[in-house]
């Protein structure tokens, strides 16, 4: 599926600024052999809720990671989660850079080579995570995934689950374009919450509620500037070939990037659903925090990305 550029007219800074842009399709080289993922696709049903093992933590680990803080009560369905899946189907047609090119979910499968690759260089002990194309719903060791979740990691079956359909709901709700370059910062932010597991980072500062400078703000923050530093590098990651997968992100593609940061900020969300900014309530950040973070990634690699020793003013 091609991208078109937002239509219709927005009203806010934020989609007044990605609307002035175009989005450039072209990411991956076309001959980049990307058939080697191993994401795989599931869902197509309704899962019922009820019926798993996993405690309490798991569920707020889940509240932290999920890419937005879009309430997900929903999510629990006042029961513990489902049992976890197994299995799901290869994804059909992505052997090549231009088939990510032409495809949301091949693009989506395609840049894990990359971000594993990138992790691997320079993490000791890195283990690739699952990712799983959600299909319109189902289960996850943390409970259902859906687009009403947005796309989430979830550390008791370290996988990230994202429903393409998700990026539909950025263009439209929260007033971005959701370029391809977007898209893999929200999958490159998943996965920096799989680093921050196998890191130990997650058991370390565990979710100790909301506000500005919450370790579940600066967790989300930390995963962004991982992002960022990934996007930085990734035209650095090759195939079995030598052939790099994906080529340099261009500025247009970066600034579409950056707006999607900014669009998922707790105070534009805040905003967007007609509520007054209360960072008492931020689990996420501010639109200005996650772009910062992201872009320190992006000037100062994964080293530059230690939120959790910054004061709180200065976060
Ligand atoms: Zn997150």
Not at 24 to 50: C, E, I, L, P, Q
Not at 54 to 78: H, K, N, Y
Not at 92 to 114: I, K, P
Request: hydrophobic share 35%; with cysteine.
């Amino acid at each position: 599926m091609l991208h078109t550029p937002l239509d219709g007219e927005k009203s806010s800074p934020v989609a007044a600024a990605a609307s002035a842009r175009t989005v450039t399709v072209v990411t991956f080289n076309d001959n980049a052999r990307v058939g080697g993922n191993t994401a795989k696709r599931r869902g197509g049903t309704v899962a019922a809720v009820g019926g798993g093992a996993v405690g309490l933590g798991a569920i707020v680990v889940l509240l932290i990671s999920a890419f937005t803080g879009t309430d997900l009560t929903g999510l629990l369905g006042g029961g513990a989660p489902a049992a976890p899946q197994s299995g799901g189907e290869a994804i059909a047609n992505c052997s090549t850079g231009q088939d990510a090119n032409n495809d949301d979910t091949c693009r989506l499968a395609a840049a894990t080579l990359s971000i594993d690759q990138f992790w691997q260089e320079r993490l000791d002990g890195y283990r690739e995570p699952q990712l799983i194309i959600v299909d319109q719903s189902t289960s996850s060791a943390c409970g259902t995934a859906s687009n009403a979740t947005g796309p989430f990691y979830c550390p008791p079956d370290e996988t990230v689950y994202v429903d393409p359909t998700f990026f539909s709901t950025l263009r439209e709700q929260y007033d971005t374009t959701a370029g391809p370059l977007a898209q893999l910062y929200v999958l490159a932010h998943e996965y920096g919450h799989h680093v921050q597991n196998l890191t130990g980072v997650m058991q370390e500062y565990p979710n100790n509620g909301t506000g500005p400078d919450s370790n579940g703000v600066r967790t989300e923050l930390q995963a962004d500037c991982y992002a960022g530093a990934w996007v930085a590098a990734a035209g650095e990651q090759v195939d079995e070939n030598g052939t790099p997968y994906l080529q340099p992100p261009t500025d247009q593609q970066i600034s579409d990037a950056l707006a999607a940061a900014a669009a998922v900020g707790d105070d534009h969300i805040q905003a967007e659903a007609g509520q007054v900014t209360n960072p008492e309530s931020f689990t996420h950040g501010s639109s200005e925090q996650r772009t910062r973070w992201f872009d320190a990634g992006r000037q100062g690699g994964v080293n530059a990305c230690d939120t959790f020793s910054v004061a709180g003013s200065s976060l």
